[in-house]
């Protein structure tokens, strides 16, 4: 059975600082997405990793895949208010179809 | 607009009085998926569909099933719901291997 952990589940930080969440599973896949969900809101797209090494930027945030460590990790550089949200990371681990294990999401709050 | 939508978008009901939720994808996607959220669960997968005609089990189908005859639609039916079912739903579409879209959630209550 395919685990997903994010670490931490809940990231309190000050404007301006650098941070890192850091998603984990537990069995080989090489498609790793992050969505954001505002509180009351559906989820949002935020990156698609394809391939071991991938690593897409936006904005202040870097995402990396290392599919040989089977880790992926979402980086905050000089975060602002509007980051605060819950970050969830998703695998899909089925090369025949499209099954999908999210990570239980890491909630972030980021204070002036 | 390139949009999935739900219906409906909150649900009252009682045990054991058979329900559906519907969700439709206007960017002709193949890949659809209906998701729950719980507290402290994240998304769980219920189930998911390649194409038309072609559907399979997520993580926690039991209670739950689905159709799509069309390419555009994928409803959710609750034959019996109970209120372990009450959750808030989630369904998205996507191209194969694609980041996927979500639609505005049903947040559903079996009493």
């Known amino acids: 059975e395919l685990k997903v952990e994010q670490n931490p589940l809940f990231l309190s930080m000050q404007e301006g600082k650098n941070y890192t969440i850091y998603c984990n599973y537990s069995t080989t896949s090489d498609r790793l997405y992050w969505y954001r969900q505002d509180p009351g809101k559906s989820l949002e797209s935020l990156f698609v990793?394809?391939?071991?090494?991938a690593v897409k930027q936006e904005g202040r945030l870097m995402a990396s895949l290392d599919t040989k460590a089977r880790l992926s990790t979402l980086h905050i550089t000089a975060a602002v208010h509007d980051l605060s949200a819950t970050y969830f990371c998703?695998?899909?681990?089925?090369?025949?179809?499209?099954?999908?294990?999210f990570g239980p999401g890491t909630r972030l709050s980021v204070l002036p | 607009e390139a949009q999935v939508t739900q219906n409906p978008r909150y649900l009252i009901t009682v045990t054991g009085k058979k329900l559906t939720v519907t969700c439709s994808q206007n960017?002709?996607?193949?890949?659809m998926s209906w998701y729950r959220q719980d507290p402290g669960l994240g998304l769980r997968q219920i189930y998911y569909s390649m194409n038309v005609e072609v559907t399979d089990k997520g993580d926690v189908p039991e209670g739950y099933k689905v159709s799509r005859k069309e390419k555009r639609n994928f409803p959710l039916i609750l034959e019996s719901p109970s209120p372990n079912q009450t959750s808030l739903y989630f369904c998205?579409?996507?191209?194969?291997?694609?980041?996927?879209?979500f639609g505005p959630g049903t947040r559903l209550t079996v009493l």
């Open positions: 998205a579409s996507s191209p194969t291997y694609n980041e996927q879209f």
């Open positions: 998703a695998v899909d681990w089925d090369n025949y179809g499209q099954n999908f294990v």
């Open positions: 990793l394809l391939s071991n090494g």
């Open positions: 960017m002709n996607h193949e890949y």
